[in-house]
């Protein structure tokens, strides 16, 4: 169906002849749009459609509708990496104490596999990332010949629409000028008529 249209649709613009439009014809035809478009109805008429099929995460939904209602980011917790002792009411207290021992053991277990972590990431960490480069570069190369290909037939048709358009300058030239000689000898043959016609009827009159 849409192909059809495309068919149908005749195609006048000759970028490579065509001079530029004047500035005021220019804002003239940005005016009569802008008119246009201010008689949609209804002025969103795009608003029937669906949305685009954007994939995304809850998490990150959950975050732009924080962001719609503008509400503002909360900050990092960083109470639970804190190790507080019983306040002066509880320092008597040996459940509170060991409370704060647990506490204690679970930070220092934290930052032992933090530490345990970056012992890994020193040893495997620059294998690990060379080899998921290697890996993007696999995924890059076909890509990168398909988009070398499509720039390649796009530059070959756009050398195509400047050769043919530019043969056909002259031509063209020609017929303008032809057009514009053509019209004023009708203008000029008009004006002759006119004349003898007014000279008719006067000469009628005697």
């Keep these: 169906f849409f192909r059809a249209i495309i068919m149908t649709l005749q195609i006048d613009a000759l970028p490579y002849i065509d001079a530029a439009a004047p500035e005021d014809l220019q804002n003239y035809v940005d005016a009569l749009i802008e008119e246009e478009m201010s008689k949609f109805s209804p002025a969103n008429y795009l608003e029937h459609l ?8 809850p998490l990150l939904m959950q975050e732009m ?4 209602k503008g509400i503002p980011l909360q ?5 639970r990496y804190e190790i507080p002792q ?13 409370e704060s021992v647990d506490n204690a053991h679970a930070q220092l277990e934290h930052q032992s596999l933090r ?6 990431l020193n040893k495997y960490g620059k294998p690990a990332w060379l080899k998921y480069n290697q890996y993007l570069e696999s995924l890059q190369q076909p890509l990168q010949a398909e988009h070398e290909d499509l720039k390649r037939k796009i530059d070959e048709v756009n050398r195509t629409r400047k050769s043919v358009q530019l043969a056909a300058k002259a ?22 008529c006119d004349r003898l016609e007014r000279r008719i009827k006067r000469l009628r009159k005697f």
């Design 171 to 192: 031509k063209l030239i020609s017929l303008e000028e032809n057009f514009y000689n053509m019209t004023y000898k009708n203008v000029e043959l008009q004006v002759e």
């Design 115 to 120: 530490l345990l972590n970056l012992d890994l």
């Design 50 to 57: 669906p949305p685009p099929g954007i994939h995304l995460s």
């Design 65 to 68: 509708e924080r962001v719609k």
């Design 86 to 98: 019983p306040n002066a009411a509880h320092r008597a207290d040996v459940g509170k104490w060991r």
């Design 75 to 79: 900050a990092l917790d960083i109470k």
